[in-house]
């Protein structure tokens, strides 16, 4: 006959093993080679986007968080803003996420994202608002920046960190690999992304 103590031990092990199962799934949603997970939100002018309306450009995907001092080094720098500028001029479609929730460090509302873009002559095509997080955990954002490069056909093609050198120091920018470029001119001239995957760095998206 089973003891209590033997019931509670398979009941922990189906739990744990349920969890694990579940947090796999989760982080199994996006992968470099297969179809971005589709999804809809609200840009900070109300206008509603849906992923699979792009189809036939290529994107990129920005998670970002003024707040944060990684975030803050391409942007007070000028970096992010000429990548977003370089490739938005090709038409690329640029969309930056604010996966912050109300009340976290990032969170702002639609009228402050503007001002924001406006104030740091930021140039993404849409600022997304995702308050809920459900886009960002939909990709497995983990930081901000994080940087995901979807081709023309639909496929993620890169996921990682915007360059090489995971610092706040601007000086270390010029020097840095710059992913996200490396990605985009591979796509513009045929070719494959060499690294398409790599480790983001940066503060934790705020859910």
Known sequence: MMTPIGKRSISG?????????????ANARVSVGQPAPDFTAVDSNGKQ????DFKGKTLVLEWTNHD????????????????????TGKGVVWLSIISSAPGKQ?????????????????????VL????????????????????????????????????????DQDDIQRATNYVD???????SGQPVKEAVTRPYGCSVKY
């Open 13 to 25: 092990i189906f739990l744990l093993t349920l969890f694990m199962a579940i947090s796999t799934a």
């Open 129 to 168: 608002l995702d308050e809920s997080g459900d886009i960002g955990r939909l990709y497995g954002a983990k930081t901000t920046p994080h940087m995901y490069v979807i081709d023309s056909a639909g496929t993620l093609v890169y996921m990682g960190g915007i360059d090489s050198i995971p610092t706040t």
């Open 182 to 188: 490396a990605a985009l001119s591979a796509l513009s």
């Open 106 to 126: 990032g969170h702002v509302p639609g009228e402050e994202a503007n001002r924001l873009t406006s104030t740091r002559n930021a140039s993404p095509t849409a």
């Open 49 to 52: 986007h849906r992923l699979s």
């Open 68 to 87: 944060c001092p990684y975030v803050r080094k391409h942007y007070d720098s000028g970096n992010m803003q000429a990548l977003q500028k370089a490739a």
